[in-house]
């Protein structure tokens, strides 16, 4: 039995389930600073590291520091990404990680002295809380901040931007832990930053097909009727025979290239077929644009999907 939910109650789920994820993340990249990173002494990236160099030559709480320097990065990111619920979600996850950490001191003891395995899974926790905060429309702070702005403004990932920032960190780290801390730092901004991009990509990923055949009917009736797609017919001419052909263009998800491809191959033997990866797909059938979402990248398709043509 299905609950039908009006807008309101929809809206309300979504900021509840938006806030449950930043709350996680936040702990999560809390957990990674205390258990891996910090008793380890590899720095950890962003305005996070630059509170543990401070803490390591004057003693300071890592997360008091954290929460005093965000205060000026706020204001920027406040006026220009969102205004009032940019600001309350962020704030939320920075007070969060921040308390966090310094609660989590005494009680926190290191997992694991192995440098490979504090690295890794250090960098994994991390990547993983930073891309929950991101995917519910917030930051936790600090170069957060910076990664959304360059984001909003042109469309870099955000895990490419917070890697130049801790590279930025490690260059002072150097001087505070010595080269082979650095490298093991590197290597945990590494794996942060290709979990953030992961998690900030599940679940809006796709597949683009380019099928050029002499019999589109059957493959156009196997994607309309069988797959439940819509294609995009066109028209297109041989550059060496100069023979005219059916090109089509259709979106599916990745569970159905199995079965796009057993179509075009019942349909057409001799078709000539391209899949690529669809970073994001916008449109019907797939993820809703909302009014006032900006997408970082939109994926090419010649048509809304399901009513093409």
């Keep these: 039995m299905r609950i039908k939910l009006n807008s309101r109650a929809r809206r309300a789920l979504t900021t509840l389930t938006h806030y449950g994820m930043i709350t996680l993340g936040a702990l999560l990249v809390a957990l990674a600073v205390r258990v891996f990173l910090v008793p380890n002494d590899v720095i950890v990236g962003g305005v996070t590291g630059v509170a543990q160099l401070l803490s390591t030559y004057f003693g300071t709480p890592v997360g008091g520091v954290v929460l005093a320097l965000n205060v000026p990065l706020m204001v920027l990111g406040w006026r220009r990404l969102g205004g009032f619920v940019f600001g309350v979600r962020t704030i939320c996850a920075l007070v969060i990680m921040s308390v966090a950490i310094d609660a989590l001191t005494p009680y926190a003891r290191p997992v694991t002295s192995d440098p490979l395995l504090y690295s890794l899974y250090g960098g994994l926790l991390d ?34 931007v ?62 309309l009727y069988d797959l439940g797609r819509g294609v995009t017919r066109l028209e ?28 075009v191959a019942a349909a057409d033997p001799h078709a000539f077929m391209v899949i690529s990866e669809a970073n994001e797909v916008i449109g019907e059938g797939f993820r809703p644009l909302r009014p006032g979402q900006r997408p970082a990248v939109q994926a090419p398709a010649a048509e809304p999907t399901r009513r093409q043509g």
Excluded at 174 to 201: C, H, M, N, Q, W
Excluded at 243 to 262: F, G, P, Q, W
């Design 236 to 263: 297109g001419v041989g550059g060496y025979t100069g023979a005219t052909h059916a090109i089509l263009l259709c979106i599916i998800n990745r569970s159905e290239v199995s079965a796009l491809r057993a179509a």
């Design 162 to 223: 917070l890697l130049v920032c801790d590279v930025l960190v490690f260059s002072a780290g150097l001087f505070a832990y010595g080269p082979e801390k650095v490298l093991y730092a590197l290597l945990v901004a590494f794996v942060s930053s290709r979990t953030v991009d992961f998690i900030l990509s599940a679940g809006r990923g796709a597949r683009q097909a380019l099928i050029i055949t002499d019999r589109p009917e059957g493959i156009v009736r196997a994607l």
């Design 127 to 160: 990547g993983l809380g930073l891309g929950l905060i991101l995917r519910a429309r917030g930051t936790a702070g600090g170069t957060d901040i910076i990664a959304r702005l360059a984001e909003a403004g042109t469309g870099v990932q955000p895990g490419r």
